[in-house]
Every structure is written in structure tokens, then in C-alpha cells.
């Protein structure tokens, strides 16, 4: 291998672990909501879906990188399994049609 596919290699290797750092840190130290923090979750990100035009995408989530759910737990990143059905996050419109198990309703 070459010097400039190898300094590639690891640059690409270094951020996608750097990509992940921050969910496995936000997922081990989930803390819960209180009920006035979840409401105020959600009325955040229904303020964002009408002025930035996103739609909730249903199963594309990582763990504990969700911004709501469809009454599988209380709100905002605590997501407990990756690609949840039940668990959305909030993508421009049409583009949650493009991801592979990507969905505007829950299941």
C-alpha cells in the first residue's frame, strides 16, 4: 500500500471513531427526563419540523440518537436499540424515503 492510500485510510478510520465517541458516551450516561424536559423535547422539535421542513423518519435512529418515539419511551435520545421502529429522527423531507429501512410512520 502506498503512503498516500494508507494516510487515507487512517484519516478515515480516525473519524469514524471519533463519529461514534460521542454516542457511546450520550448512551452510557442517559440520564431520564423529567415530564416538563420532555415536554419541552417535543415541543422543541415540532418548532423545528415546521420552520427547517423535516419530517420524522421511524427506524433509521442510533442508540440513544433519537429525537422522539411513538410510545416506546419517554423522548429524546433514549433510544435503547438501534434502527427502532418505534423511534424517530427528524430528516429533511424526502430524504427518509431514501435510507433503507427508513419510514414516515410507526410501526
Known amino acids: 500500500m502506498d503512503r498516500r492510500n494508507f494516510a487515507a485510510s487512517v484519516l478515515t478510520a480516525a473519524i469514524g471513531i471519533a463519529s461514534i465517541a460521542p454516542g457511546v458516551a ?3 450516561s442517559m440520564q431520564p427526563m423529567t415530564q416538563q424536559q420532555m415536554m419541552q ?3 422543541a ?3 423545528r419540523m415546521k420552520t427547517e421542513h423535516l419530517a420524522a423518519c421511524y427506524g433509521v435512529n442510533a442508540v440513544g ?3 422522539c418515539a ?3 419511551h419517554s423522548c429524546a435520545g433514549q433510544a435503547t436499540m438501534a434502527r427502532d ?3 424517530f429522527v427528524l430528516l429533511p423531507q424526502g ?4 435510507l433503507a429501512g427508513g419510514s414516515l ?3
Not at 95 to 98: F, I, P, S, T
Open 26 to 28: 450520550s448512551a452510557q
Open 45 to 47: 422539535n415540532m418548532a
Open 70 to 72: 411513538a410510545g416506546a
Open 85 to 87: 421502529p418505534a423511534s
Open 95 to 98: 430524504d427518509c424515503e431514501k
Open 105 to 107: 410512520k410507526s410501526s
Open 41 to 43: 423535547a417535543k415541543q
Open 65 to 67: 440518537r433519537n429525537d
